[in-house]
């Protein structure tokens, strides 16, 4: 990540090493896919808004006011917003030492209706400054805080691509708990490294070690839901692609359906990346976040609490899927039973 002088006026050396120039985000510069199609003005647009958000605490350094430039993005827009946001007090906080005190005023204000964001965009600052998402921010969602992890993950895939993505390299210091998030945060930058192509993400994972790919399934899934930027062929191939790594996907899917329904704004690519990805309605998908997390109980905090969180919704997939597959045979037996003995045979085949 390459910061650049404020253009709006001195205001301060935090200012000035906060904000970042907008061509860091161009996909022409970092060298990903490019490709014809809507896949990366809508990829690229997530990615400007980001900095956006961040953009607004490096010119104010006040929680409220970047808050209000964030509201003037367009609504599908604002949780990216937000996650810059996040990184930007974050980033003030953990250079100031001030123990989280804007990251909670943003969490428990502004960015209420943005919790997950928020805590990616928190990872996001710690990659910045080349530390893990450990110490330094106690304000913030003794489950969710883990998503830093994710978007630690996400941040080394979009500005390290060569290292993180060729060559594979993990950073040091991580349990296997935490790889696994901060793969599903590698994931999520896949998604956009390979600007929503189905056959490149796939092509991509299937590079890294096989214990690696559910967790790089899964975050795919969330940005194929979350940001969008594929249409409806390209999603059925993306099932198609992932294979045994399915549910991972659907996993994925229902956290960005979470996300969604908790802000309010449901794009319509978000219901038609539900149906095909998850195989239910959003409203569905995010209740399997919720019946996950309750199962968990109150005292959950740890990695292994959020790996559970994650293997609870895989399992409600499967369940929604062999209930799926048993309605459907059912139906099937029922016609055949009104079709002649040979033809019903032919329909078991």
Same mark, same amino acid.
């Given at each position: 990540?390459?910061?650049?002088?404020?253009?709006? %006026?001195?205001?301060?050396? *935090?200012?000035?090493?906060?904000?970042?120039?907008?061509?860091?985000?161009?996909? +022409?510069?970092?060298?990903?896919?490019?490709?014809?199609?809507?896949?990366?003005?809508? *990829?690229?647009?997530?990615?400007?808004?980001?900095?956006? %958000?961040?953009?607004?605490?490096?010119?104010?350094?006040?929680?409220?006011?970047?808050?209000?430039?964030?509201?003037?993005?367009?609504? @599908?827009?604002?949780?990216?917003?937000?996650?810059?946001?996040?990184?930007?007090?974050?980033?003030?906080?953990?250079?100031?030492?001030?123990?989280?005190?804007?990251?909670?005023?943003?969490?428990? $204000?502004?960015?209420?209706?943005?919790?997950?964001?928020?805590?990616?965009?928190?990872?996001?600052?710690?990659?910045? !400054?080349?530390?893990?998402?450990?110490?330094?921010?106690?304000?913030?969602?003794?489950?969710?805080?883990?998503?830093? !992890?994710?978007?630690?993950?996400?941040?080394?895939?979009?500005?390290?691509?060569?290292?993180?993505?060729?060559?594979?390299?993990?950073?040091?210091? !991580?349990?296997?708990?935490?790889?696994?998030?901060?793969?599903?945060?590698? $994931?999520?930058? *896949?998604?956009?490294?390979?600007?929503?192509?189905?056959?490149?993400?796939?092509?991509?994972?299937?590079?890294?070690?096989?214990?690696?790919?559910?967790?790089?399934?899964?975050?795919?899934?969330?940005? @194929?839901?979350?940001?969008? +930027?594929?249409?409806? $062929?390209?999603?059925?191939? *993306?099932?198609?692609?992932?294979?045994?790594?399915?549910?991972?996907?659907?996993?994925?899917?229902?956290?960005?359906?979470?996300?969604?329904?908790?802000?309010?704004?449901?794009?319509?690519?978000?219901?038609?990346?539900?149906?095909?990805?998850?195989?239910?309605?959003?409203?569905?998908?995010?209740?399997?976040?919720?019946?996950?997390?309750?199962?968990?109980?109150?005292?959950?905090?740890?990695?292994?609490?959020?790996?559970?969180?994650?293997?609870?919704?895989? !399992?409600?997939?499967?369940?929604?899927?062999?209930?799926?597959?048993?309605?459907?045979?059912?139906?099937?037996?029922?016609?055949?039973?009104?079709?002649?003995?040979?033809?019903?045979?032919?329909?078991?085949?």
């Amino acid at each position: 990540m390459q910061f650049r002088r404020n253009q709006q %006026g001195s205001r301060g050396p *935090l200012s000035a090493l906060l904000r970042q120039d907008y061509e860091q985000v161009s996909f +022409g510069i970092r060298r990903f896919r490019l490709r014809a199609g809507p896949a990366r003005r809508v *990829l690229e647009s997530c990615a400007t808004a980001f900095l956006d %958000g961040l953009n607004a605490v490096a010119d104010t350094t006040d929680v409220n006011a970047a808050a209000d430039r964030v509201d003037t993005l367009d609504p @599908a827009l604002r949780g990216f917003g937000y996650e810059g946001a996040a990184m930007g007090c974050a980033l003030l906080d953990l250079l100031t030492a001030s123990r989280g005190r804007r990251v909670a005023e943003l969490l428990h $204000g502004p960015a209420r209706d943005y919790p997950h964001l928020a805590h990616v965009g928190i990872g996001w600052a710690y990659a910045r !400054l080349r530390l893990r998402p450990r110490w330094g921010i106690p304000q913030t969602d003794p489950l969710l805080r883990w998503l830093a !992890l994710d978007g630690f993950g996400f941040h080394q895939g979009f500005f390290h691509a060569d290292a993180v993505i060729g060559r594979r390299r993990v950073e040091r210091g !991580l349990t296997l708990e935490q790889r696994g998030i901060r793969d599903q945060g590698l $994931g999520r930058a *896949l998604w956009f490294h390979e600007c929503a192509d189905p056959a490149g993400i796939a092509l991509r994972i299937n590079e890294f070690p096989v214990a690696r790919r559910s967790d790089l399934w899964s975050g795919a899934g969330l940005a @194929a839901t979350y940001a969008g +930027g594929a249409e409806s $062929g390209e999603l059925a191939r *993306l099932v198609r692609l992932a294979g045994d790594h399915r549910e991972h996907l659907a996993q994925g899917c229902a956290f960005a359906c979470a996300a969604h329904t908790r802000s309010g704004v449901v794009a319509e690519h978000v219901h038609r990346a539900a149906k095909l990805l998850a195989g239910v309605p959003v409203a569905r998908a995010a209740g399997w976040t919720d019946e996950s997390v309750t199962e968990l109980g109150p005292n959950s905090a740890g990695a292994a609490h959020y790996e559970q969180w994650r293997a609870g919704i895989r !399992l409600r997939f499967r369940e929604h899927e062999r209930t799926h597959v048993a309605e459907a045979e059912s139906g099937c037996s029922g016609e055949a039973a009104h079709v002649p003995a040979n033809t019903a045979k032919e329909a078991a085949l």
